[in-house]
């Protein structure tokens, strides 16, 4: 399950117990065999995300985001 959620795009994670974690000093908690309910709402999160920047890849970008905060008509 680990080598597929690298398949699927997820790197190591050390901030929640996740099948993801690593064995380093700093990572701290379990280390659980199957996909954990963060693990997936990562994937979810992960999803959507791709989802939008495929349809608005320029959703990222610095003069799209300061117009987002320009009010319309200034």
Avoid: N
Wanted: glycine share 6%; proline share 8%; with cysteine.
């Amino acid at each position: 399950m680990h080598e597929l959620m690298h398949a699927l795009g997820v790197g190591h994670r050390c901030h929640w117990p996740s099948i993801m974690g690593l064995s380093r000093p700093q990572c701290v908690g379990e280390f659980p065999t199957k996909p954990t309910a963060d693990d997936i709402a990562y994937l979810e999160f992960m999803t959507r995300l791709a989802t939008v920047l495929s349809a608005q890849p320029d959703a990222w970008q610095l003069q799209e985001a300061v117009a987002s905060l320009t009010p319309r008509g200034s």
